[in-house]
């Protein structure tokens, strides 16, 4: 302890902070001359907390101290001079909270922390896990477990509250906790004390958001339930516990009133008079007060218990019926006298002169009485001498016993009967100063046999206040808790209560909120850290980026004696409930006294409720038991409080910018310090409150409050009153506390316009035929944006009240000015606008006529509203007052400033607050225009009014400038034409007679005409549609007009407008225009980009008919990639095209989708196809599916196409002319026929060639598709040959008129016939098709024909491809993204083509063929495609083989010739490249090149295949096969064969020689003998790498392989042989041939072939070819090898 006091000590400073003062005083009330005692520490107070006769003091830093009568450690400590908690050092507590006799704290990471009395276990578990002690003396972590769960985890607590035997927790998921003793827990249990933290279920799934702990029962502010819809009936809404809401403003008017403030919740405690002591009562515990006197006032004495249920007593059984208050029998009046002088009556004899009464007969409710009477009388007199209870505190034992460690229970059941069992507790206290204190406890017996028939199912109203069930019932709904997870709220759990004593717990107030705000965007109302989601938004944003909602109830539970609970009774609650008369009354916070509640609401009104034995609750009703308003002096508004023991003490707003202290309760006189102790002593052994002899009836000023400071919030506990308070420095403080102080008013003043003015108009029946049907509708836009802005400020006002609480720690660029500036500035924008709409249209008259017809009296009232002008009748301006708010813009702008010039003009914080100053400021002055403009526009629309200018009128649109003075006039127009030009802020109108044009301002350009002498004022006006010319009457209208045209347009495009000079408006600009004049967009919307009267960009036009374009525009014509949807109302499906367009038809490359289902996907010309495309006819899993590609012509096929008949099983190959197959081709069936000739009108006619699948050839005269008529030759598959006449169908049988030869064994081939049946004579040369491709590929590169242009230009259209491609493809990959970046860098395509950079063309030409984006890429690409189309599926047949190797051939020289053109250094075909850094040490180039000299060979092969053959390799390989299958299968029986033989007698039987075989093998590093019997052990590596053969694609790939080959083959051999050695073939070939027949290679025929045909001809020559001859060789050989 004497460190705990020199560290207290320590803290002291002679200067104290500015911020954070604590003063405290003993709640005198004003009568008491003792100024508050002032308690100065190093740190600023954050927050206080005062129990019984102690407190709590968290400062800045999170340091707490106490002071007071520390029981828990016999210390009394004075409030000048706190101890320091040095056990909650380096805790970072951020909340501390103070009970009857307890305390916590709350740390930064939600950890709990309790310490003080714990005999009802309200300090949590004891140490060591028992619960024998009875006091915590330093504090101890109290662990919030939710073990609902799994695994169990530990709950993080944001808030803490304190009573007497209890204490409450709320956690970040706005859960509310709960542990101690009582029916105040709320929780569903049977069993107390509740030593560790449980959940209160009745609350679950509500949004709790604040707590608060009386001495014996809890508040709670928890969030109200979205409203559900309107249509539902309220009745039912109400049953249900929803909200029926419609909407803000018709809230009030459509809840009917509440008939009874009954709740089945509550329950009664019968009371024990005998003087019989519980057997489980735990025994006295004794110890001395430091001030000598005994401690019997602490809560741990433990008042009589009354064991319910018990065996072998008498037991009275009661009929559960609805009672809903208490019959309090008494035998005195109450001392309390009225304000009229006049002693209050009888509680019963007013209760008897209720009209109201549900009893129905009389008779049995004067028996009733008078059983209770008697019972009452005998109750007084057997009242211990230590009872000074009054008549309200017979019932205060509301629901069950006390909560010490018992079993004791008391059950309520709706269904069940209710048992009590009598039992007598002793009256007389046990020595010691924990002796029972003299409660005594006594059965009602309210209900006999006779009486429970008459009464059962009956429901009685409240005892009192009866009254107030209308008075607010327009803004109550019903709520009912929500459902508990352990138990149905049907069937209640027992319960358990403690005997109140004196003492209350200060009110919970909002955390510490840091730099950070309520939330915005859900009706939740939470502060506070948001981190770990404890505001209940559904997430864990700062609360920075919110506002709080107002939408709030507050719930009661515990003992409800004094009616504190606020339900209109006196009964208690075990579970929590719902006070119906504040839903709707937006209450910000509660607070709670020792008995008695007070709850806050937005609109700076306080309600207040129970125990008014002092005056506390300000006002003389008592007692009361629903909640009623505070009356306050006019010109003051509460904005916190805190409830005592007897006392309540509010902060309000008055006449100037420093707050206010109010005061309700006792008045004492100045008296000894010993009575004090001795008063203080008396009240503390009282269960509840005495009357006071003399006390306020409503709340009184306090006046050494003007000498504090700026208050920032208030506390009380016990009988003490605490306030902080903050220094004036350098004003901030004056500054926050003037833009709280103008929010409050101006939110009181808007709720009052709201309900005096806006509510009764709209409820009105005659509100329409008043109005009109367009200005009804503006009124009712008009309350709409009114009540947002109401709400905006509501929860504006009250979010800075939290600020004030905590400004010393608040950062001040957290203010929801400036974190939520665009919100403000919206709102109020849409308020002025919705003004001035009204007032445009005129219904501001109407309105006043109606407002002085329904409001009657309420007229002399809202005159008296402030700044409201009044006209000379002296009516109310309503124009005036409802312009009003948006003066508080302006204070917003100064007040801003004001906090600025407190700050270093290089601060973050200046630059924020001068920043939201400047914006503010800007849209005050804005908003003061708007309302000019709108008063003008009334004004001309007054001044013009007609039918002809009627239908210009509408509610948005302002006047700027009109002509009737004849300042501007068409020109050339006639001498009596009349001409009359408006400009509205959205259009511009030309009025001829009665004829009106009127011009959209988002289409209208402006262009002064440039003077030419002939002194004509004259402004050039374009439209979509036409142009213009008007003339003004002299240069200065010329510029007035040029002016406000200008500023019209520019403002309405979303510019300021607000420029001084006749500026241009910008050319181009976005708006969206209707075309009405005749063409081709006739009724046609476009929206988009526009330039100088034609849109130009991008953009969508939409036609009534169904079509729409949507994509580039140029010079008002579709132009440019667009997307396009055209209705076919015969099949009653739209077609649509995607791709490109020119001077408004589809030109270009695209895709059209037909509505009869084909796909054209190809290139277009003036709207026709015309050039390559490709057009899928039916689908797959049709009847009918064909494929054609090829070109185009006009729309039609001509010439050369492939057309795929995939039902018929037939593919054409061959030229084409106006959509029919004429010319030479190609036909190939699934059958295996093969034909090739020519086609006349669709149709074979004349020569050509017919091979069936068996080699079955003729080559003569076709008349029609497979019909042979005229000569011919036909040879058979065993060299037969029939030459002569034919005629038939193929496929049927042929007729024959000739000669059959049978050639002689030993007769040569005849080289005529051979040359007939020569396969490819009659198809289309290689080089004749697909030139459409190459031919879209050179037009997308800038040129006409082929090879024509500038290659300058072609480089410049691959930029803009490429640029725009990565503009508008927002879906293109991220490898895409990086191909597209490395094209944007062109390579040196200017200067001659060296060896230097060579390898950066080819590097570039892989990458452009990558993507389809570029032109190369595309044409490569397109190649794939057409080369699949024909050789892929039927087009498999091997005859085609030969075509398709000269058509990849025709492929690379046509591509090279594009290459050469974008790289004009590049040689031709066989070229050669110099290389001037060549040195002959230099080594060897790759194979793809050859070396002579100093110069590279370039050709089409070594620097195109690898990027095309790759992709079309599959259906050539394909054809590979197909033409080697025999002697594949030849090839492939041997290979067999010779792998069976081990591997010397396979190297013996090809003839390699001894020395060149093999003795060791290498297996996993270890060397192995080769024996006889060894297999695949010789020359392993070499055959590895010949395997690699079959997986590269290109001809100069395979080389490759075949070199590393040899030369793995010789690295192997080179052990075997001395000195330097070189291959012969003699010795070479052998070995060769071993390697190959292991190596087992499939289809190594055709791997051969297709080297063969396409290797670079400038190496086959050299060395590789030699090596590649060689395996040509070993093929052949192992072909003809014999197998014997």
Not at 525 to 549: A, F, M
Not at 1206 to 1230: C, F, N, P
Not at 1339 to 1356: K, Q, T
């Amino acid at each position: 302890m004497e460190n705990r006091e020199e560290s207290s000590a320590d803290e002291q400073d002679p200067t104290p902070p500015e911020r954070g003062l604590f003063h405290i005083w003993q709640s005198a009330g004003p009568s008491k001359q003792l100024g508050p005692q002032s308690v100065l520490l190093s740190r600023p107070v954050v927050q206080a907390a005062l129990g019984e006769h102690h407190g709590i003091l968290l400062t800045l830093g999170g340091q707490v101290y106490s002071f007071g009568e520390l029981l828990w450690r016999d210390l009394s400590i004075p409030a000048s001079n706190p101890v320091l908690e040095v056990t909650l050092l380096g805790k970072m507590v951020v909340r501390v909270a103070a009970g009857g006799f307890h305390c916590g704290a709350l740390s930064e990471q939600g950890g709990v922390y309790m310490w003080g009395e714990n005999t009802a276990g309200q300090c949590g578990p004891a140490e060591g896990g028992t619960v024998t002690n009875m006091t915590v003396s330093e504090p101890y972590p109290v662990s919030v477990v939710d073990s609902e769960v799994i695994p169990p985890a530990v709950v993080r607590v944001v808030d803490l509250a304190c009573g007497r035997e209890h204490s409450l927790a709320l956690s970040s998921q706005n859960e509310l906790w709960a542990w101690g003793s009582g029916c105040q827990l709320g929780l569903v249990t049977n069993s107390f004390p509740v030593w560790r933290p449980q959940k209160v279920e009745h609350l679950a799934g509500r949004c709790v958001i604040q707590v608060a702990c009386g001495a014996y029962h809890s508040l709670a502010l928890v969030r109200s339930l979205p409203p559900q819809n309107c249509t539902q009936n309220l009745s039912e809404k109400r049953e249900r516990g929803q909200s029926p809401h419609c909407s803000v403003t018709e809230e009030e008017e459509l809840l009917p009133p509440d008939d009874s403030h009954y709740c089945p919740l509550g329950v009664e405690l019968a009371e024990v008079m005998a003087g019989e002591t519980s057997p489980r009562r735990r025994g006295p515990r004794q110890r001395l007060h430091p001030r000598g006197r005994s401690a019997g006032s602490s809560p741990g004495s433990g008042a009589s218990l009354c064991p319910f249920l018990e065996d072998g007593k008498s037991k009275t059984k009661q009929k559960n019926f609805p009672v809903s208050a208490h019959l309090e029998p008494d035998g005195h009046t109450d001392p309390l006298s009225q304000t009229d002088g006049s002693p209050k009556s009888h509680v019963l004899s007013g209760w008897k002169a209720n009209k109201n009464s549900t009893f129905p007969d009389e008779m049995e409710i004067q028996n009733l009485l008078h059983k209770l009477s008697d019972h009452s009388l005998e109750m007084q007199h057997t009242t211990g001498p230590g009872d000074s209870d009054s008549l309200s505190s017979h019932t205060s034992d509301d629901s069950c016993v006390s909560s010490t460690p018992s079993t004791d229970l008391f059950t309520c059941s709706y269904k069940d009967d209710l048992l009590i069992k009598s039992q007598t507790s002793s009256n007389s206290g046990v020595s010691g100063t924990y002796s029972s204190s003299p409660v005594c406890l006594e059965e009602v017996r309210l209900c006999v046999e006779a009486e429970r028939k008459a009464l059962q199912g009956q429901k009685s109203s409240s005892l009192t206040n009866l009254h107030q069930n209308g008075q607010s019932a327009a803004n109550r709904r019903r709520s009912l808790p929500g459902t508990p997870t352990h138990g149905s709220p049907r069937r209640r759990q027992p319960c358990a209560c403690r005997t109140p004593s004196a003492g209350r717990m200060q009110a919970a107030a909002p955390e510490d909120v840091g730099d950070r705000l309520p939330s915005l965007e859900t009706e939740v109302w939470s502060w506070g850290r948001g981190s770990e989601g404890q505001l209940g938004h559904g997430d864990q944003l700062d609360v920075g980026d919110r506002l709080p909602s107002l939408e709030t109830e507050v719930w009661s539970w515990g003992r409800g004696s004094e009616g504190q609970l606020g339900h209109g009774d006196q009964l208690a609650r075990l579970q929590p409930l719902c006070i119906k008369s504040l839903t709707g009354e937006e209450v910000i916070k509660v607070a709670a006294g020792s008995h008695h509640s007070l709850a806050l609401t937005a609109q700076c009104q306080v309600y207040s409720w129970g125990s008014n034995m002092c005056g506390q609750l300000g006002h003389v009703n008592s007692p009361v038991t629903v909640p009623q308003q505070v009356k306050l002096s006019d010109g003051l508004w509460v904005w916190d409080m805190s409830a005592g023991q007897s006392h309540s003490l509010l902060l309000a707003d008055g006449d100037c910018v420093q707050p206010i202290l109010l005061y309700c309760g006792q008045q004492q006189e100045p008296m000894s310090e010993q009575s004090g102790r001795s008063l203080q002593s008396q009240r503390s052994c009282q269960r509840s409150p005495n009357r006071a002899e003399s006390y306020t009836v409503r709340p009184t000023l306090l006046p050494f409050c003007m000498e504090m400071g700026y208050i920032s919030s208030v506390c009380s506990g016990g009988q003490n009153c605490a306030l902080l308070a903050d220094q004036n420095i350098m004003g901030f403080i004056s500054a926050i506390h003037e833009l709280a102080s103008r929010e409050r008013h101006l939110y009181c003043w808007l709720s009052s316009v709201r309900k005096l003015l806006l509510t009764p108009l709209r409820i009105r029946e005659g509100v329409c035929p008043s109005l009109g049907e367009p200005c009804t509708q503006l009124f009712f836009s008009l309350s709409e944006s009114f009540v947002r802005l109401s709400a905006l400020i509501g929860r504006h006002a009250t979010s800075l009240s939290y600020f004030l609480h905590d400004v010393q720690s608040r950062n001040v660029t957290s203010l929801p000015l400036l974190t939520h500036t665009e919100h403000f500035l919206d709102i109020y924008k849409e308020y002025c606008s919705a003004v001035g709409d009204f007032q445009v249209m005129g219904g501001f008259q109407s309105l006043q006529k109606l407002s002085l017809e329904c409001l009657g009296s309420r007229q002399t009232i809202l005159a008296q509203l402030p700044v409201a002008d009044q006209s000379a009748s002296g009516d109310t301006d309503l124009v005036s007052l409802l312009y009003w708010p948006l003066q508080q813009l302006h204070q917003y702008s100064r007040l801003l400033l004001k906090l600025a010039t407190c700050y270093d003009v290089l601060t973050m914080e200046y630059q924020g607050l001068q920043q939201g100053c400047s914006q503010y400021e800007f849209l005050s002055l804005s908003l003061l225009r708007r309302k000019k403009e709108a008063e003008s526009t009334f004004l001309f629309w007054k001044s013009h009014s007609g039918k002809n200018t009627e239908v210009l009128r509408l509610p948005q649109r302002r006047v700027v400038c009109e002509s009737s003075n004849r300042s501007l006039t068409l020109q050339n127009a006639g001498r009596f034409s009349n001409h009359w030009f408006i400009l509205f802020n959205d259009v511009f109108v030309h009025t001829q007679f009665s004829t009106h044009h009127v011009y959209p301002l988002t289409c209208l350009w402006v262009k002064p005409v440039t003077e030419d002498g002939s002194g004509i004022c004259a402004i050039k006006i374009t439209c979509p549609e036409g142009s213009f010319t008007v003339v003004a009457s002299t240069p200065q209208e010329k510029n007035k007009w040029l002016q406000s045209l200008n500023q019209a347009v520019d403002q309405v495009l979303g510019g300021g407008g607000q420029g001084s000079s006749p500026v241009q408006t910008a050319m181009s600009r976005t708006a969206s225009y209707t075309f009405t004049g005749e063409g081709r967009f006739k009724d046609a919307q476009y929206t988009g980009c526009w330039l100088a009267g034609r849109p130009h960009g991008r953009g969508t036009m939409k036609w009534p008919d169904g079509r729409m374009y949507s994509g580039s525009f140029k010079n008002g014509l579709e132009d440019g990639y667009g997307e396009c949807v055209i209705p076919n109302k015969v099949l009653n499906k739209p077609d649509s095209y995607q791709g490109l367009w020119r001077d408004g038809k589809i030109h270009g490359f695209g895709k059209y989708k037909y509505a009869s289902g084909e796909v054209y996907e190809g290139c277009f010309c003036d709207g026709q196809r015309y050039g390559y495309g490709m057009l899928s006819s039916g689908k797959l899993a049709k009847a009918s599916y064909s494929v054609f590609i090829g070109q185009w012509i006009q729309d039609r096929k001509t010439g050369y196409g492939v057309y795929d008949d995939i039902t018929r099983g037939e593919k054409y190959m061959g030229l084409w002319l106006d959509d029919q197959r004429h010319g030479s081709a190609v036909v190939v069936t699934q059958g295996g026929l093969y034909y090739e000739g020519t086609f006349r009108e669709n149709k074979m006619s004349g020569l050509g060639l017919l091979v069936s699948d068996d080699d079955t050839a003729f080559h003569g005269e076709f008349s029609d598709d497979w019909t042979v008529s005229g000569k011919g030759v036909l040879s058979l598959t065993n060299g037969d040959c029939l030459e002569g006449l034919f005629s038939g169908d193929w496929s049927t049988g042929l007729k024959v008129i000739g000669t059959y030869t049978k050639p002689a064994i030993d007769e040569p081939d005849s080289r005529e016939r051979n040359n007939l049946l020569r396969v490819g004579q009659h198809a289309v040369t290689a080089g004749q098709r697909w030139g459409c491709v190459f031919d879209e590929c050179w037009s997308r590169l800038g040129c006409d024909v082929a090879g024509r242009g500038e290659w300058a230009a072609a480089w410049e259209n691959i930029a803009v491809m490429i640029t725009a491609a990565r503009r508008h493809s927002p879906d293109l990959t991220r490898s895409q993204r990086k191909v597209l970046e490395c094209l944007e860098l062109i390579p040196q395509h200017k200067d001659p083509v060296t060896t230097a950079n060579y390898d950066n063309i080819r590097r570039y030409l892989i990458k452009a063929c990558e993507t389809p984006l570029h032109p190369l890429g595309w044409l490569v690409e397109t190649l794939v495609t057409v080369y699949r189309m024909t050789y892929v599926g039927v087009g498999s047949n091997r005859r085609l083989l030969r075509q398709a190797v000269l058509e990849v051939q025709a492929y690379l020289t046509h591509f090279y010739s594009i290459v050469r053109f974008l790289f004009p250094g590049l040689p031709a075909d066989g070229g050669s490249i110099p290389d001037p850094t060549f040195s002959p040490s230099k080594s060897r180039r790759s194979s793809n090149t050859a070396e002579q000299g100093c110069a590279v060979v370039v050709s089409c092969p070594s620097l195109l295949l690898p990027l095309l053959l790759p992709r079309l390799y599959p259906p050539l390989f394909t054809l590979y096969c197909l033409q080697e299958e025999q002697e594949e299968a030849q090839y492939w029986e041997r290979i067999l064969r010779l792998n069976k033989q081990p591997d010397q007698s396979l190297l013996s039987f090809l003839g390699v020689q001894e020395k060149f075989w093999p003795v060791w093998m290498s297996i996993l590093g270890e060397k192995k003998q080769i024996v006889s019997s060894s297999k695949d052990a010789c020359f392993i590596s070499a055959v590895e790498t010949l395997q690699q053969i079959s997986t590269t694609f290109t001809p100069s790939d395979k080389l490759v392989v075949i070199q590393k080959t040899f030369e793995e083959l010789t690295q192997e051999i080179k052990p075997m042989v001395d000195g330097d050695f070189l291959w012969c073939m003699d010795d070479l070939f052998p070995l060769f041939l071993y390697v190959v027949v292991r190596s087992r290679i499939r289809n190594l025929g055709a791997e051969v072939s297709l080297i063969e045909d396409l290797m670079d001809p400038n190496i086959q020559h050299g060395e590789v070819g030699m090596m590649f001859t060689t395996l040509k060789a070993c093929y052949i050989q192992i072909q003809h090898e014999s197998t014997s």
